[in-house]
């Protein structure tokens, strides 16, 4: 059955044509932008008929396409002072930093020099003209949650971050997104990390807007962790609120390799973070956790696949999801255990605490066990804040609006606390108190 | 002094009375234990005094130095000097004692027009406090209350209590729970905080608490009133007869 395309989905296949002659890459990058295209061409957006967007629905939600953001000439016009302000205490955290604005990674506003030599980052525009990089990473592992997202990350991708990571670092990398938020644009990036054997690293990305004018995000982080490596790797999403955020995770893990990962969102009025988790040996290890604070109309999904297809892994996720107003917060996670993959251990929850009797959570686990030796279990809770924990706290001189404040950080305290940098962990605090100070003003 | 006048209670969600013209005074730097059996209405009474929502008063009043407190919220009630002891206190994940603790004390000295005290002072007076009562400053960085025994949670109450200074200490059944070196440690805290400007009320169902916390009157509770006032020898009388003659008065 063929559906009559949208304005949107007409809009990006027409403002494909006109930009892939400026995009980077080598022929073969451009002839799989064209695959990608065309493969988005025939499905078109993802709507709620797909099992995986069953409460998304991108085609009625994304009314227009922006323009994409391609060769606009901007390294010189920002400064590192604007980009700080919007950051917060981010910028304070000492790390190394590449700084990519509308798209584009900016050299000037970077500093990854302290990371040494055995941390090698390139800017994506550059490694697409490498046949090797090329041939490897311009299309990504399919997704089990996604296709379209993905190809149209492949389709327009103008930069990002190739990460080789074969030491362990002693700062952590931020990668961070700047939209300027003059015009609405459409921003693609992507980032391909590789992180050796044993090796500790922790990976951070943010996404801001010095501006309020809406951006179309779409971000791909296809991450590889190497043998016995413990990575951390942490997304800040704080867009401006009129913007779209599609994002998406690919995280390989390989024997006894750690990962932690954990997306923080308070931005964008929609938002899909789609994570995919593989393991290619045993005894790995996987957190993904996550906190969304949400008010107005603002909706955001977390759609997550982990897949066990070898034995003896151990996988966990925690989501809290504060709402208010009439916003919505999505939770999906899938754990897919093969046959092959005795003894996996997987537990997974997700919690919502609603301030507002509009607001929604839709939660839905989904385990798909082969193997007969497994422990798995998942729950979900949805709650008020508790009167009597108001009492509790107001008992003890501590005015209303302080004591459901004190209570809402209780509950994203729990989510945070899988963070294991304290530094990292206290600026996410201190963004969800920010969070808190505005919701109650 | 607190003066509880002809105090009427009902539940607001079901249509039942459970205080039905209570009146007691305490005066100040005294100590009063009410006890009672099972549903006479002591911890209605105990939750009434803080201020908790979902009890209707039909009738009464309660007056704390002459204040009406039935009319303040339960932060303003903290402010002016009522503490209540809970029988179950609360957890509060992710948020640290010393948090709380902190945030707690500077909103009461806030609410009394006091300055707030900065983080080495609050440290300084935290950690004398949580010595009196055998309190290790690590069980305040962990979150409050949770995972704590029974005998921990009770005694993070009383550091409450001695951080807040209040004048008006309501202790609801603070010996639940307790183990005999518990209720001594709790009980020595408590002790510590008799004063000539403080008044308590201890609510209990045993009499052994009253060997700790030595009461200057015993109150005996049923059927939603005062039934009888006397001295601490009533509650060893109690033990031995029971509450059965009270109930019995109060059908």
Redesign the interface.
């Known amino acids: 059955m063929s559906i009559q395309k949208t304005k949107a989905e007409e809009a990006i296949s027409t403002q494909f044509v006109a930009v892939a002659g400026q995009l980077p890459g080598i022929d073969a990058v451009a002839r799989s932008r064209k695959h990608a295209i065309a493969a988005f061409n025939k499905d078109g957006l993802p709507h709620r008929r797909i099992e995986a967007w069953k409460y998304t629905d991108l085609r009625v939600a994304m009314k227009s396409a922006f323009e994409p953001a391609v060769n606009l000439g901007i390294s010189n016009h920002t400064d590192w002072q604007a980009i700080a302000e919007v950051l917060g205490p981010f910028a304070d955290l000492d790390v190394a930093r590449v700084v990519l604005v509308d798209g584009v990674y900016v050299p000037e506003l970077s500093a990854v020099e302290i990371l040494g030599g055995d941390v090698q980052i390139m800017p994506l525009a550059a490694a697409l003209s490498d046949e090797c990089f090329a041939d490897m990473h311009v299309r990504p592992p399919r997704i089990e949650q996604d296709h379209a997202i993905a190809e149209l990350n492949t389709a327009f991708m103008t930069d990002g971050a190739a990460v080789q990571i074969s030491q362990s670092t002693s700062k952590p990398l931020h990668i961070i997104n700047v939209a300027r938020g003059t015009d609405e644009r459409m921003i693609a990036t992507r980032n391909v990390i590789s992180v050796g054997d044993d090796v500790e690293a922790t990976i951070i990305e943010s996404f801001v807007a010095l501006g309020s004018a809406a951006t179309q995000t779409n971000a791909l982080t296809h991450i590889a962790v190497g043998e016995r490596s413990h990575v951390h790797h942490i997304k800040v999403q704080e867009e401006a609120m009129a913007s779209t955020h599609l994002s998406t995770w690919i995280v390989e893990v390989s024997g006894e390799a750690n990962y932690r990962g954990f997306q923080f969102s308070t931005g964008a009025a929609l938002s899909r973070n789609q994570i995919s988790v593989s393991y290619g040996g045993e005894g790995g290890k996987v957190d993904i956790s996550g906190a969304y604070l949400l008010a107005d109309r603002q909706h955001c999904d977390t759609t997550l696949v982990v897949e066990h297809p070898v034995p003896n892994c151990e996988s966990r996720e925690l989501f809290k999801a504060v709402l208010d107003d009439e916003a919505r917060g999505v939770f999906q996670g899938k754990v897919i255990v093969r046959a092959e993959a005795q003894k996996t251990d997987g537990k997974q929850m997700a919690q919502a605490l609603m301030l507002s009797e509009a607001c929604e959570f839709d939660s839905k686990p989904e385990l798909e066990i082969y193997a007969d030796d497994v422990v798995c279990g998942h729950g979900a809770t949805c709650a008020e804040i508790d009167?009597?924990?108001v009492?509790?706290?107001?008992?003890?001189?501590?005015?209303?609006d302080?004591?459901r404040g004190?209570?809402i950080?209780?509950?994203?305290?729990?989510a945070?606390?899988k963070v294991e940098d304290p530094a990292i962990a206290d600026v996410l605090s201190a963004r969800a108190n920010s969070w808190l100070e505005r919701d109650r003003t | 002094m607190l003066e509880i006048k002809n105090l009427q209670v009902r539940l607001e969600d079901e249509d039942k009375t459970i205080l039905s013209g209570l009146t007691l005074t305490v005066p100040k730097g005294e100590v009063h234990a009410i006890m009672g059996p099972n549903g006479a209405g002591k911890s209605t009474l105990a939750y009434v005094l803080a201020g908790r929502a979902g009890y209707q008063v039909t009738d009464g009043e309660v007056l704390w130095n002459g204040e009406n407190i039935l009319d303040m919220e339960p932060e303003e009630r903290a402010a002016a000097g009522v503490f209540l002891a809970f029988q179950y206190p609360m957890e509060i994940p992710g948020v640290a004692g010393l948090t709380f603790l902190r945030t707690a004390t500077n909103a009461v000295r806030k609410g009394r027009g006091q300055s707030e005290l900065t983080t080495p002072e609050f440290m300084r007076v935290v950690k004398q406090k949580a010595a009196d009562l055998k309190i290790d400053i690590a069980m305040l960085k962990r979150p409050v209350n949770v995972g704590f025994s029974g005998g921990e949670k009770k005694r993070s109450e009383i550091l409450q209590m001695a951080m807040l200074e209040p004048t008006l200490c309501v202790l609801d059944e603070t010996d639940s729970g307790l183990d005999i070196d518990a209720l001594r440690v709790v009980s020595d805290g408590v002790n510590a905080l008799r004063s000539p400007d403080r008044a308590m009320l201890v609510i209990t169902h045993y009499q052994r608490l009253l060997n700790h916390i030595v009461p200057d009157k015993v109150h005996v509770l049923a059927g939603g009133r005062i039934q009888a006032t006397g001295g601490k020898e009533l509650a060893l009388e109690l033990e031995k007869s029971g509450y059965a003659s009270y109930t019995g008065e109060a059908a």
Do not use: N, T, V
């Open positions: 009167p009597d924990l009492f509790y706290c107001r008992s003890r001189g501590i005015p209303e302080q004591a004190l209570i950080q209780s509950f994203i305290a729990e945070i606390a």
